[in-house]
T-cell receptor, first 112, second 113 residues
Framework: EDQVTQSPEALRLQEGESSSLNCSYTVSGLRGLFWYRQDPGKGPEFLFTLYSAGEEKEKERLKATLTKKESFLHITAPKPEDSATYLCAVQGGDTGRRALTFGSGTRLQVQP | KAGVTQTPRYLIKTRGQQVTLSCSPISGHRSVSWYQQTPGQGLQFLFEYFSETQRNKGNFPGRFSGRQFSNSRSEMNVSTLELGDSALYLC????????????FGPGTRLTVL
């Protein structure tokens, strides 16, 4: 059974204070690891897809990296508008199975 | 391109009733997946449809069902509602290739009284 653990559960940063969110996973045959951002009362917004260990992707102040056991979402010089819940999900196993297994998320609050 | 749309956005029902939620995927996307999100359990997979066929099903009781139409639009139905069915129901669409990304709609907030 696929498992995803995210840490920390909650993180409070000052504006400009860089940090990293962790996503540890156990999956049989990783086909993709996904990062989403979710604002209260809204659907998850896609950020990144990583497919293999060593891969990195960047978008504005965010950078996602992947190893064989975990992924990190690095936030550089965050702004208050980066406040949200960040979700990590994996897709693995059967090639016909598209179901995503999600972690419980990290609630990020960036204070001005 | 328009994103994933879900209707209605909010629903209030009473125990024992049934409910139908609708999802229109991104144009050209053939796969639609449904997820339930609750504070206690987080995001959990319900089922996935591709070309009008259910491809996968999560660990939910048979009261939860769905279907997909020839235009890729999908509906999910919950019968005999229970208090614990109160949740945000999310629909996600993807092109349907093996490692594609799922894009989520805004969700339907269901409250069961």
């Amino acid at each position: 059974e696929d498992q995803v653990t995210q840490s920390p559960e909650a993180l409070r940063l000052q504006e400009g204070e860089s940090s990293s969110l962790n996503c540890s996973y156990t999956v049989s045959g990783l086909r993709g690891l996904f990062w989403y951002r979710q604002d209260p009362g809204k659907g998850p917004e896609f950020l990144f897809t990583l497919y293999s260990a060593g891969e990195e992707k960047e978008k504005e102040r965010l950078k996602a990296t992947l190893t064989k056991k975990e992924s990190f979402l690095h936030i550089t010089a965050p702004k208050p508008e980066d406040s949200a819940t960040y979700l990590c999900a994996v897709q693995g196993g059967d090639t016909g199975r598209r179901a995503l297994t999600f972690g419980s998320g990290t609630r990020l609050q960036v204070q001005p | 391109k328009a994103g994933v749309t879900q209707t209605p956005r909010y629903l209030i029902k009473t125990r024992g009733q049934q409910v139908t939620l609708s999802c229109s995927p991104i144009s050209g996307h053939r796969s639609v997946s449904w997820y339930q999100q609750t504070p206690g359990q987080g995001l959990q997979f319900l089922f996935e449809y591709f070309s009008e066929t259910q491809r996968n099903k999560g660990n939910f009781p048979g009261r939860f069902s769905g279907r997909q139409f020839s235009n890729s639009r999908s509906e999910m139905n919950v019968s005999t509602l229970e208090l614990g069915d109160s949740a945000l129901y999310l629909c996600a669409s993807s092109p349907g290739t093996l490692t594609d990304t799922q894009y989520f709609g805004p969700g339907t907030r269901l409250t069961v009284l």
